[in-house]
């Protein structure tokens, strides 16, 4: 019952930003832990960051750690993927998922996921 809808990948030089939005509908999306999540070309999909439901706790992988920030705005039914120093590894398909375990604690279990969006990161 929940549609996710990422935005805002593209072509970057290696060293700029991007921010990557992530829409969902329904109506207790401030319940719902969020993550992102991304796959690069020939690899598995792999996490990349997450938020809990009332924003207060995030977790990041390690390969993204003081570059990436997670943040969600419930009023909007949106979170974001603030992306900077970008370098030529974060090149992947990004998408965006839902734990669909209202007030779920961490670990959370990802169900719904976006169709994905392109971020392509230029040497």
């Known amino acids: 019952q929940v549609q996710l809808v990422e935005s805002g990948g593209g072509l970057v030089q290696a060293g700029d930003s991007l921010r990557l939005s992530c829409a969902a509908s329904?109506?207790?999306?401030?319940?719902?832990?969020l993550g992102w999540f991304r796959r690069a070309p020939g690899k598995e999909r792999l996490f990349v960051a997450a938020i809990s439901w009332n924003g207060a706790d995030t977790y990041y992988a390690d390969s993204v750690k003081g570059r990436f920030t997670i943040s969600r705005d419930n009023a909007k039914n949106t979170f974001y993927l603030q992306m900077n120093n970008l370098n030529p590894e974060d090149t992947a398909v990004y998408y965006c998922?839902?734990?669909?375990?209202?007030?779920?604690?961490?670990?959370?279990?990802?169900?719904?996921w976006g169709q994905g969006t392109q971020v392509t990161v230029s040497s």
């Open positions: 329904g109506s207790r999306f401030s319940s719902y832990p």
């Open positions: 998922a839902c734990d669909p375990h209202l007030y779920g604690a961490y670990p959370y279990d990802f169900h719904y």
